[in-house]
């Protein structure tokens, strides 16, 4: 069984040789030699650890699928982003688009040794700030998807792996418009508001959702986004509302075409799994164990199982953090609980990889000792 067939009987809850292993975003396609001084893979540290990605494990590789022939954009025009690097080093990127007599400001960093974005300011800070962005002019659906992004890896990867299509939710696109506790009043306080706000994202999702379904069909997707609505940040109860109802057209529209819709969500799951499991996803990663996480994966294994293939659950800490003989503990049980009874299928999984420029020789160790351990199976 090559590494390929072995991730698709996973997803297909058919018999494995043993359970497929994923390092997530670090997938063996990382450039190593490029010279962007963004480009923290450059560093000489990581160079084994994306060696050992690409000879030993069952390799994911997530891409983002653009369109090509889209109509004009209409918020061109009142849009400009003006972008400098720092006496730091760091990239400082300003957004303004201009929304009646508001000008809307958004301004992210990027530091060079860290693999993140930071955003210093978020676009939309009050009602009358909502009101005006939602009074822009809507981008028009259309255009086609570049197929050729996923067509290529695919055939890079040959028996070694799969493709796999990467897209955020209309939550995620709405949440990222604010600072994290302005969108948690927004969501409680003013729904109907934040409703307007998430509609006009999903026209754009769910158009965009189907036409790659049909277009790369039987493919695995990952839908982001999702944990903006889990404990601490939102109740239960609005889950559905803001994830179930958006989520579950672009489920639909990617099983309907013989795909594979695969939920992301961090942190705290027990509360929403019930919801997560009505959006009919036959994925979900990463399962975080406690403490960043509130559920052990063998209680996800046995109430969820059966409908989802499920992936991880090493946290990425452990990873950075644990001497090798207990993170090693850390595998084996995770390896037992995501394999117990009956279910669809299990990926061991870590639940973020490092963003540091320099990967800690710990961390290195540890890596090695997840596919030395499946390796025994």
Not at 144 to 149: G, M, R
Not at 169 to 191: N, S
Not at 213 to 230: T, V
Not at 336 to 347: H, K, M, S, W
């Amino acid at each position: 069984m090559n590494r390929r067939e072995r991730l698709m009987a996973a997803l297909r809850g058919e018999p494995v040789d043993r359970p497929p292993v994923s390092f997530y975003e670090i997938d063996g396609s990382q450039d190593i030699a490029g010279r962007d001084p963004f480009n923290i893979y450059s560093h000489p540290s990581w160079k084994p650890l994306i060696d050992l990605a690409r000879a030993k494990t069952d390799r994911i590789v997530r891409r983002y699928v653009p369109f090509k022939n889209a109509p004009a954009d209409p918020l061109a025009e009142l849009s400009r982003t003006e972008s400098h690097i720092d006496g730091h080093g760091n990239r400082l990127t300003t957004n303004t688009i201009r929304a009646g007599k508001r000008i809307l400001t958004s301004r992210l960093r990027r530091d060079p040794d860290v693999n993140t974005i930071w955003t210093l300011e978020h676009l939309l800070k009050d009602t009358e700030d909502v009101k005006a962005w939602l009074d822009l002019p809507e981008p028009v659906l259309g255009g086609e998807p570049d197929v050729d992004v996923i067509l290529d890896i695919e055939k890079q990867l040959g028996g070694d792996g799969i493709a796999m299509i990467d897209t955020g939710d209309p939550l995620c696109a709405a949440a990222d418009l604010f600072e994290m506790g302005q969108f948690t009043i927004m969501a409680m306080t003013e729904p109907e508001l934040f409703r307007r706000i998430m509609d006009r994202f999903a026209r754009h999702y769910w158009f965009q959702t189907e036409a790659i379904a049909r277009a790369l069909p039987g493919r695995l997707w990952r839908i982001c986004g999702p944990e903006y609505a889990s404990e601490p940040y939102l109740p239960p109860r609005l889950f559905n509302e803001y994830v179930v109802a958006y989520d579950k057209p672009m489920v639909d529209s990617i099983q309907r075409n013989g795909g594979f819709a695969r939920i992301h969500c961090h942190g705290r799951l027990k509360s929403v799994l019930d919801h997560i499991a009505a959006t009919g996803c036959v994925g979900l990663d990463p399962i975080e164990p406690p403490p960043q996480g509130d559920v052990e994966l063998i209680y996800v294994r046995e109430h969820y199982g059966r409908q989802m293939t499920l992936f991880g659950n090493l946290e990425a800490s452990d990873i950075e953090n644990l001497e090798t003989g207990r993170f090693q503990q850390k595998v084996m049980k995770a390896i037992r609980e995501g394999t117990a009874g009956e279910g669809r299928g299990f990926v061991l999984m870590p639940s973020a990889c490092p963003y540091g420029r320099v990967l800690s020789g710990l961390a290195m160790r540890n890596y090695e000792k997840i596919v030395e351990m499946i390796e025994k199976l």
